[in-house]
């Protein structure tokens, strides 16, 4: 926790003002211009970005900040089949130690890094329940888990403070199991670190669900609470944000969603795609989010804006399908 409290001593907040126009560059386009230059080796433009985004408040069609999403794309391996391997993780983390190598003081490259570690032990744990995830790959899982810590608290020695550090840190919490005291605490350190980085909000609420570490109804408090501080439509905005954690077609999650306000949630994704536009994932979330309060003209709205399924809203294609020809069915 030392480290969590050193980070951010000292740090002032020189950000531009947040852009008043609408983004146009959507998420899709953003990565293949971040991942062309990866593997590219531009690793000096890649410096180039970090630097702006750490600096301004650069938003992608949807709210996603560009900062979040540098590091999104940048520890994401690409596949050469159907499904990622460890070839292709073999792949990234040697273009990324090319970039440390060019850029030893780079705080982006060594977050990157430690992001890197951090999806390779999901990979190497799997998506199944903790019973299904045998011995070996739990020895993996916490090998790779502990490499991330390390990353971190050497990139926490850097002179370039990046407040996707906190947002690693959230991550790294959860898979080592943080009790909620030194979680919250580093929660509140990232907030003040960066009041509008709502993506703290979302891994601190992911922290929360039930099958990890919080209660029932821990998060709808923590929505209630976080949404509170802030004036509309960033209340509403962020509320909605917190509460799609619960945006999933499963039960355990829809028994969550369930007992959220529904005015609220509407208002926000309203507020939200007219700020910043809409993305296929924030339609899918808002569907399953209007089809659970059985909002037929919500549901029809969200397909318009909706280009594919989404894995994280709905796990198969014929729930997707149930729920688009839900509102017109007889």
Known sequence: MQAVRDYGRGHTTLLYPSPSEKPTEDSQSYYSRINSLLVQRDFAQLEKIALQNRTEKGRLVGGYWENYEFFNITRTPVREGSELKESDYKVRFDLVNQWIAAFPQSAAARLTLANLYMSDAFFARGSGLAETVSDHQWVLFNERVA???QTLIAAASLKERDRQWYCAMLELAQAEGWDKADTRELFEQAVAFEPEYYHFHKLYSLYLLPQWYGEPGEIQRFAEEASARL????????????MSTYACYCKPQLQGLIDASYPKILRGYTSLTEQFGNSNLIANRFAVMAWAFNDKNSVREAFTHISAREPDAFLTQDTFDYVRQWPDAP
Not at 236 to 241: A, G, N, T
Request: aromatic letters at 14%; hydrophobic letters at 25%; a positive charge.
């Open 147 to 149: 490499k991330t810590r």
């Open 231 to 242: 004036p509309e439509p960033n209340s509403s905005i962020l509320y909605f944000q917190i």
